[in-house]
């Protein structure tokens, strides 16, 4: 597996786990807004990740920093609705890249 690859899988992961974290910390009635949302974000993460692994799709810097960049901007979410549109984005771009 390339680097690029590797690091992709890595940071990808990474967000799913901080989501998740959000997801457990959040209130119940965001819970409710954000669960349906993840299970879909995990859904694609799971095909992206093994059209990566199968079809030797080779990630490219710009996938890794992507990820970077989604990471960050969840990190500095301050709201629910923030959290919200960095999911949809990060679908929408494993959506389009690898799926």
Do not use: G, W
Not at 21 to 48: G, N, P, W
Request: hydrophobic share 45%; net charge negative.
């Amino acid at each position: 597996m390339s680097d690029s690859n590797h690091l992709f899988l890595q940071q990808a992961a990474n967000l799913m786990n901080d989501l998740n974290v959000h997801y457990i910390e959040a209130e119940f009635d965001d819970q409710v807004q954000l669960k349906d949302q993840l299970d879909q974000a995990m859904r694609d993460f799971s095909k992206a990740k093994l059209a990566i692994l199968k079809n030797n799709i080779t990630c490219t810097a710009d996938d890794v920093k992507q990820m970077q960049q989604l990471r960050q901007r969840l990190a500095k979410a301050p709201d629910l609705q923030q959290i919200l549109a960095t999911v949809v984005s990060f679908v929408s771009f494993v959506r389009l890249r690898f799926l």
